[in-house]
């Protein structure tokens, strides 16, 4: 008897979990924790997808700033809601660094999400101001050489960051880096003459490079971008061995049905398909992706193994 009731039992969960999956998300708004402040390249993608969502979807996304700790308030925040679809995570390649990072965290940030979509990808540039000497990244790393220039990025840990300190090594030169919360104040110093380059991810100097603020020294994709398709990419500007592309995205908690997290992706290609979806992510100097959850997940997993070895090596500190 008691094995008849528990084989009825499983019965019932194996089909309420399919039941749910087809008729999620009727049942109430959808919310997307988003880590950071409002305003930057992030954000603005989080922003751009709950609203074109709410349309594929049928049903109200909304976003929710949480920022502070190196997104760990938020990325923690995420990690305990209850995985049922209706919270979801604006992720980026900080996922990846934050488990060296902050090796105290009472979450994984690689393994406690499942995977939904790598939105976009979001390359790293190098810019000086318009009237800066050096022309090329070889002008830059010379100018290095005869002395240190002060160099600001995101943060300490921040992909930005890490990439430096792989220029660094690869050229065997030392700047004097100068972390900030966030990009919005190191380009405002850059221009203000108090940095001599600002290493930052393409969305937030674009329009400053396209209008002849600034001139990109690299862009750190594999090939040019179509945002900023006169910056050489790292190669191109004589730098081996050194590529770090970040991305905005979507996860989700751990143990969310894997038929949500499907139907999530498929939502997530209709939106970046839109073109005024695509002409918005141009304009940002941002490239739309479509791939797996898996591939996603993948990546996540590649990058944390490839950035710890830098964290390590530069014996770098959360600010």
Excluded: C
Aim: without cysteine.
């Amino acid at each position: 008897m008691m094995r008849r009731r528990s084989l009825l039992a499983l019965a019932a969960a194996s089909l309420a979990t399919p039941a749910f999956a087809q008729a999620w998300p009727a049942e109430r708004s959808i919310r997307i924790i988003v880590p950071v402040a409002a305003g930057g390249s992030q954000d603005i993608v989080a922003r751009l997808l709950a609203r074109h969502l709410t349309d594929v979807l049928g049903q109200n996304v909304v976003v929710e700033n949480l920022p502070g700790a190196g997104s760990n308030i938020g990325y923690e925040a995420a990690s305990r809601a209850k995985p049922d679809g209706y919270m979801l995570l604006a992720g980026s390649d900080s996922l990846s660094i934050n488990r060296t990072l902050f090796p105290g965290l009472s979450f994984d940030p690689v393994e406690g999400f499942a995977p939904v979509a790598r939105a976009v990808r979001v390359p790293q540039i190098l810019v000086v101001r318009a009237d800066s000497s050096a022309q090329t990244l070889e002008d830059f790393l010379a100018a290095t050489r005869r002395g240190p220039l002060a160099v600001g990025t995101p943060g300490n840990g921040s992909l930005a960051h890490l990439l430096g300190e792989q220029i660094q090594a690869a050229a065997e030169v030392r700047w004097t880096h100068v972390p900030y919360r966030g990009g919005a104040l190191a380009v405002n110093d850059l221009l203000g003459g108090s940095l001599q380059g600002v290493i930052i991810n393409i969305g937030a100097v674009t329009d400053h490079v396209r209008v002849g603020r600034m001139r990109g020294l690299f862009v750190s994709s594999g090939e040019r971008t179509k945002g900023l398709p006169e910056v050489p990419t790292l190669a191109e500007a004589g730098m081996t061995g050194a590529e770090a592309v970040g991305w905005h995205g979507i996860v989700a908690p751990r143990g969310t049905d894997p038929a949500i997290v499907s139907r999530l992706n498929g939502a997530i290609g209709q939106v970046l398909a839109k073109p005024e979806v695509a002409e918005r992510l141009a304009a940002l100097g941002l490239e739309p992706v479509k791939e797996s959850p898996e591939a996603l997940g993948a990546l996540i997993r590649a990058d944390a193994e490839r950035w710890a070895g830098t964290i390590r090596r530069a014996r770098i500190q959360p600010d």
